[in-house]
């Protein structure tokens, strides 16, 4: 089992535990969430709140099932199962972290499927090098739509480090080389799925840069809080897969 997983869950108000999690694996299971309003204060002890478009004054997007005939972008708040993705792949500068929290479980289904990005980017190293060479070619996926984000699925940075960027919807499009791969990657993905079932008040916090997220589908009415925020700089939660994981076949 990984590691996150293997550490079991965190206080949420616990500001330490949440950042060595972060620090160290990217993701920090957390319980103890009392509502919106506290997921949104635990978010500020660590992070500045990114407002979404989805989201209400404060910065919180509540996902709740508003109708099966959503969509693409508005998929969440359906029913239906939502595939492995970051989160705002369309814009340039993606929120570094991801909060979630759920305040009413699903009557059944509704589990988190939570993916390392850093285990799928060694597998492809390790495995399949054309293929990842091709995902991390620049200008090679155009997300959001017309007006959304040309770039790559894997993207280096200066310093070596590498960040995901991706979505599986109706808003995408592939470059034929990209597309060629996708089913290596998508097998790669599956290799490392994990899937949590969250009870009232538990919830996650992850490094949007490296880990992907998705959900099963779901009856009954669940609700989850989201917030996306960047961390605080003096914390020293650097995002995305370090560069000393990285192979050098690419």
Known sequence: ????????????DDQAAVVSALTHHGLALVEGLADSTHLRRVTRSFAT?????????????TLVDLGSDRNGAFAGFSSCALAPHTDRSGVANPPALL????????????????????????????????????????????????SGHLGAIFTEYEGGRVTI?????????????????LPTLRAA???????????AGQGYILDNHRWLH????????????????????????RTGIPARVRSAAV
Do not use: K
């Open 99 to 146: 909060v979630l929290g759920c305040s009413q479980p699903a009557t059944s289904g509704g589990q988190c499927v939570l993916i390392d990005g850093q285990a799928v980017y060694d597998t492809l190293a390790d495995t399949a090098p054309d293929a990842l060479a091709a995902l991390c070619t620049p200008r090679s996926v155009l997300f959001g739509g017309a």
């Open 49 to 61: 709140v990114v407002p979404h478009r989805d989201s209400a004054s404060d910065g919180v997007t």
């Open 189 to 199: 993905i599956d290799q490392h799925v994990a899937e949590l079932d969250l009870s």
């Open 214 to 237: 998705g959900r099963r589908a779901f009856n009954g009415h669940r609700v989850v809080h989201r917030v996306n925020a960047n961390p605080l700089p003096h914390l020293g939660i």
């Open 1 to 12: 089992m990984d590691a996150p997983f293997e550490r079991g869950w965190v206080a949420a």
């Open 165 to 181: 960027r991706l979505r599986q919807d109706d808003l995408v499009q592939f470059s034929p080389e990209v597309r060629r791969w």
